[in-house]
Structures are given as C-alpha cells and as structure tokens.
C-alpha cells in the first residue's frame, strides 16, 4: 500500500516495468503482480477521505546481500550478470514518470554540495567536498553524452535477494528514474564494494559479468570510479542532515559507516588505477602510458628546459593528480605526500579550489583599482600578528618576498649590510640568493659578499651547544657578539638580522630556547631590524602557535611569508610596521603586478579560513606530537636514525653511521628516500650535509598516515642492516 504522497503515474510506471520484466528472460528475479478481481494490477481506494494505493505482489525467497558475511567472486559476478540482463530486457522500455528529478540519481550528486556544513567532523567533510569537485569536473561535463536508460536505480544490499552463490531476486522500483545506464551498474558496483579490503577486485567481478551480459563503453568505465564516490556522497551527506535533524530512524544511517570507510579508501586509490583494473574487466588494453612515453617527456624537457632545474628519485615521478594528503602518478600508483609543504591545506582542496574557479570566473586584474579583497585579506593576516605589524605587502613568492624585505630594511635603517645563519636559504632572486649560504657557499655560488655576515648556525645535535642544554640559545646568540663587534671596528652597522624561525635547508632544526630573545635584542641595540622568514614555517604547521617566531617569544619588525599562504598559488606577503611602512614610502612607487590580485587575495584568504575553520594548527600539532613519539620509538630499535626533532608537522630525522663521531648516512638515506618512494611515501633530505629526512606534509595529513609511515620506514631501514 502506498500513500498520498505517492503519485499514481509513478506507480503505475512500477507496474508497467515489471510487466515488462515478466515477458524477459529475468522475470523469475521479480515479484509477480496480481490482479483485483476486476482485472486491475493498482487499485486506488478511499480511507477517511485519503487516497490510497493498492498493489498485491508475490514473495521472493532469499537472503539479503547485507546478510552475507562473504561476497564471493561467484556471487558477485552473479550480481553483474543478473543486472546486464535486466537493462538489457529494458532497453526498449518508456514510461513519462520516469523522467524526473530525484535526489538519489547519482547523475544529480552536486545537488548535496549545499549541504556539506552538516557534516561536522572537518576531515570527513574535507574529504566528500573533495570527491563532489572531482565528480563535477569529471562526471557532470559527460552526462549529456551518456547513454540513457529507465532504470531501476537502486540495486543496494538491502534490495538484492540471494540464494547460496546467486542472485534469486530484487525489489523496490522506487527509485527508479531515466538516467545514465551506467548508474544503475555504478550503484550495484558501490554497494558490492562495502567491506572489501579490494573494493577495486570486488567491483571488476560485476562489471566483468555486466559487460559480457550488456557491454558498456570506455567512456562508462572510466567514470565509475567517480559515480561510486558520486553515490557515497550522497549517502554520507544525506545521513549528516538527518543526524542534524535528529532523526530516530535507523535506517537513515544504516549506510553511513561503511560508505565513510569506502570514501577512505577510494581517495587512496588512483583513478587511473581503477580505470586500468575496470577496462580489464572488460578485456580491454590497459590506459596506462608506455615506459617510452616518459623517455620522450624526459628528452623533450632536456632540450626545452633549464639542466639546473632539479627532478627528485632516480626513477622520476610523472604526477597527474593529487587528492589533499594524497599524490597519483600516471602509472596508476598512489603516494602519500610528506614534503610539500606548499600545499598546506591539502592538494586541490575542494574549498579553496571552488573560490578560485568563482573569483577566476568574475575578475582578475592588478593591483591599481580599489579592492575589498584586497583590504579584507591585509585586515585578516595582520589579525593573526603582534599588534605592531599592521601593514601588507603581497608577492608572488616568498623569495620576491624576501628581497622586498632586505630592500625595506636598508631603507628604514639606511645601511647595507645583513646577518644570516650559515647554511640559510632564503630564495632565489639575485638578493636572496647573497643572502643564501646554501647557495652562494655551494656549487655554482659565487661566494660570500662583504655585506652579508653568517652567524653561526644554532644546531643543537652537531654544533658545540646541545639541544637539552638551558643555555644553548644564549650561547649560540653570544657569536652576534663576534660579528657586530667585527662590524663596529669597520665603522659599519646591521640592516637586518634575518633567519627562518625553525631551521629547514639548514637542517630542519628549531631553534633552542631563549635564542631569538637574545639575537634580536643585540641586533635592534644597533639600530638593526629583524626578519622573521616564515615561508615554510608559517600557518600553524608548528602546531604549538601560529608562527614559528612565537615559540621563542619575540616580535619581530618584519615578518615574510610564502608558500603555504596560497597552498600552490602564487602568493607571498610582507609584513611590517607602520614605522617601517611610513620609511618606505620615500616617494619611489612599490608596484607589484600581481602581488594582490584579486584571485590571489580569495585564494589567501581562503586558504586562512581553511586553517582557522578546520582547525588546522590543532591538526599538526596532535598528529604530530603523535609522528614525532613514534619516530623516538624508531629511533630505539636503529641507531642510524641519530636525532629526530621539530614541532608540529615540522619534523627533521637525522641519520648518521655512528652516533659518536656522527658521520653523515649519505648513501644511506639516498637509499631510503628511494625505497619509502617504491612503497608509496614521497620523503626528500636536507640539511648541510644532506643526511636528514624532512617531513612537512600537508596539514592534512593523518595519525594513520603517520603509523604507515613510520612502519614502512622501520622495514625500510631495517633492509639497511642496521640495528
């Protein structure tokens, strides 16, 4: 019995779709209609004046799919087959009712967008506003071209009936629609590939047994793996509304756990991946790129490309695609990213690739119009800051950034000269570069300017001054000491002291306690200023604070940032006082092209609504601590791992051949970044002598992604024969 909610025309479609059922050679999977004693297969009836309506349809004997512990592959094929005959039987059927606009089509999936903000926990949330991106710029683009079908729409788990190894039946036809064909595979694909430790294996076996009952086509298969996601999305979101509804009923979430954990593992998945593993259900060559295809891309970069313009891994990654914490080459292979930091909030994340794509799609102009952009973005960084640094100025990259720095402080203070730590790395434009012992000091460099003075780099696992000694930051501060001394005796003084507040290229080192306190308090006792390098620190990536500078207490003049600020785009920003802006407004027009273009200003401050609304500093800060605890542990059961250290996602891991003599594992960790590289985990090394693991992923990056890693890099070294 159906009630007035029910609209007789799609009922009477029901009726007419199992009639058509009834004369195919599928008839015995459905319930048999049976007529009124005047004939009629739906009979309306009146109760208190409300219409209702009445089919009477026969028992069907089986277990429900959700009731079998076990899918076997014979039982899945059997629910490929059965589905290819039944579209088959109906791709001559119509019926008017059957075209509309429902909820549950899979081709309809973007209508949930707006109701992503039910789903509370932010990682979830992340991760279904993710999947709806990719099915718009995949799916929604191609649905025009499918082939359409009347199809049943909803071939779950609790709608097919099995018998031992078969499928003995299905029913509920209401959600059946005219729609793209394929969703009706992609449906059963979905629900056949809950609680599978290979969902990819389990979804081939029906689509193997579909295609040969019903073929589909190249382009079907290769958006199943969207349209899967497209379902799961649905099924989440809708779940989410309810419980923000408080629903009671427990079939509103009688899906919700294991779509979550299929979504889990579909974004580990490659979807290159899965089109390979679909098309060879299908018996067809395989998407993926020959071995020559990348000789040809490599030759072609060597004669268009700068030879100086590094590739990481010997064998050389062609990346097609990244997924937040999650990276997918064009050989079908997923990596979990631990190095790129530029990507703070995660690779195409759906938030700020939306605002992007809307701001693109309005207006992207320079910098000489009013903006409220613009402004907005300037009042919500410094609102982030030490109250003093109040004015901004946007790049395109934190080493534009940085010189821009270098240029304001000489202006301000009307001298020429700078401090850096040994080892620094501040960029690669002409200043940064002078100001960069990594580079001028190292091959190719031109060697150190009389204006730039290297202070002695504060490393407290190899310089004279250790980590868990209370007076390192003081010691080491004690040698500006030495420099300014040397500069007074030249009759000369400090423009600016700059260095990262942790320590990357230098060797992912943070700085000890107190260190900054007493720098910056000698430099600004000559009339210097001083230069916090946030560019890879920043954003809440240290976890404890916001920036790297506030974990030694102290203000600095000048604050750069970069990379993280834009996760990938290009944007960079200068931050200073008003005392330092008013000195720089010496008549000479700052005219940056870009620098604080209206996308760039969306992106900015999308990206930092991003951190703040999902929490992202309280993300880094847990999972890392939690990274951090067991990469000690590690380092117990090896002792080539000689230090591990950091804050936050900010994580170095220093590995010697001796921990006495504290000999560089060169070779070694070559080896390992290569082989963490074949298992999935993209890692890269650092430091003066080249020997330390860095690891600053995105912030998104999860405690499971940290037990993966530290496993595979406890087997990894452990290949190494060392203890």
């Known amino acids: 019995m159906a009630g007035p909610e029910h609209h007789w025309s799609f009922l009477d479609a029901q009726v007419a779709i199992l009639q058509q059922l009834k004369h195919s050679d599928v008839w015995n999977y459905f319930q048999e209609l049976h007529a009124s004693v005047d004939g009629r297969l739906l009979v309306q009836v009146e109760l208190d004046n409300i219409p209702y309506f009445i089919r009477v349809l026969s028992f069907i004997e089986g277990r429900f799919l959700v009731e079998r512990k076990e899918h ?80 049943h729409g909803d071939a779950n788990d609790y709608n097919l ?68 996601a497209g379902r799961l999305c649905i099924s989440v979101v809708k779940a989410a509304v309810k419980r923000s509804q408080e629903s009671s009923n427990d079939h509103h979430f009688i899906s919700e756990a294991p779509a979550w954990a299929l979504l889990y593992q579909l974004i580990e998945i490659n979807p290159l991946r899965a089109q390979q593993v679909f098309r060879e259900a299908c018996n067809w060559p395989q998407p993926l790129p020959e071995k020559t295809d990348q000789d040809n891309l490599m030759a072609r970069r060597s004669a268009a490309i700068g030879k100086n313009l590094s590739i990481s891994y010997r064998q050389k990654l062609k990346i097609e695609r990244g997924a937040l914490q999650y990276l997918y080459d064009d050989q079908g292979n997923t990596y979990v990213d631990c190095v790129n930091n530029v990507s703070h909030v995660g690779h195409c994340h759906p938030v700020v690739v939306r605002a992007m794509q ?117 010691n080491y501060a004690a040698d500006l000491d030495r420099i300014l001394g040397e500069m007074q005796e030249a009759g000369i003084k400090p423009a600016a002291f700059i260095c990262e507040t942790l320590l990357g290229v230098g060797g992912q080192i943070p700085l000890p306690a107190g260190y900054l306190q007493a720098v910056y308090e000698k430099v600004r006792a000559v009339g210097g200023l001083c230069i916090a390098d946030e560019v890879q620190v920043g954003f809440g990536r240290v976890g404890e604070k916001f920036w790297g500078f506030e974990l030694q207490q102290v203000e600095p003049d000048i604050v750069v940032m970069g990379k993280p600020i834009g996760n990938g785009h290009p944007l960079a920003a200068v931050v200073v006082t008003e005392e330092i802006a008013r000195a720089f407004n010496n008549g000479m027009e700052y005219f940056n092209t870009y620098g604080g273009n209206p996308v760039s200003m969306i992106t900015g401050k999308t990206v930092l609504q991003v951190i703040q609304q999902e929490d992202m500093q309280a993300q880094a800060l847990s999972t890392g601590n939690y990274l951090m605890a067991k990469l000690k542990e590690l380092m117990q059961r090896h002792s080539i791992i000689g230090d591990v250290r950091g804050h936050g996602l900010f994580i170095g891991v220093e590995l010697v051949r001796d921990r006495v003599s504290l000999e560089p594992a060169v070779p070694e960790i070559e080896q390992v970044v290569e082989q963490m590289k074949n298992k999935g985990f993209l890692l890269s090394t650092d430091g003066p002598l080249y020997n330390v693991l860095k690891i600053k992923p995105p912030m998104v990056f999860n405690r499971q992604n940290a037990d993966r890693l530290v496993a595979l890099l406890d087997e990894t070294i452990s290949e190494l024969n060392y203890q």
């Open 72 to 151: 076997t592959p014979v039982l899945l094929a059997s629910i490929g087959s059965f589905l290819g005959r039944m579209d088959l039987a109906l791709r001559n059927f119509q019926h008017p009712a059957m075209h509309r606009h429902y909820e549950w089509d899979i081709s309809n999936t973007p209508d949930v967008f707006s109701s992503l903000p039910a789903i509370k926990d932010a990682e979830k949330r992340r991760i279904a506003g993710y999947f709806l991106l990719q099915f718009e710029m995949e799916v929604r683009p191609a649905l025009a071209t499918l082939r359409k079908a009347y199809i």
């Open 161 to 228: 009936l099995t018998q031992g190894d078969s499928v003995s039946g299905l029913i509920d036809f209401g959600d059946m629609v005219y729609a793209p064909l394929i969703n009706n595979l992609a449906v059963a694909c979905t629900y056949c590939m809950l609680h599978k430790s290979d969902p990819l294996n389990a979804a081939a076996a029906v689509i193997k047994a579909y295609h040969q009952q019903y073929a589909i086509t190249r382009q079907e298969a290769d958006l199943l793996y969207y349209l899967v």
């Open 358 to 474: 809307q701001q693109l799609a309005i207006l992207n102009t320079n910098t000489r119009y009013l903006s409220d952009h613009l402004v907005e973005y300037a009042e919500m960084l410094t609102a982030t800051l030490p109250s003093r640094l109040k004015v901004c100025y946007f790049t395109n990259s934190g080493s534009e950034a940085n010189d821009l720095a270098i240029r304001m402080s000489r202006h301000f203070t009307q001298q020429k000269d700078i401090i850096v730590l040994d080892h620094a790395y501040h960029g690669t434009s002409t200043t940064a570069i002078e100001i960069s012992p990594y580079k001028f000091d190292g091959k190719g460099g031109f060697g150190q300017a009389a204006w730039v003075h290297k202070a002695m780099n504060p490393d407290g696992y190899r310089g004279p001054f250790k980590f868990n000694d209370p007076l390192a930051g003081k």
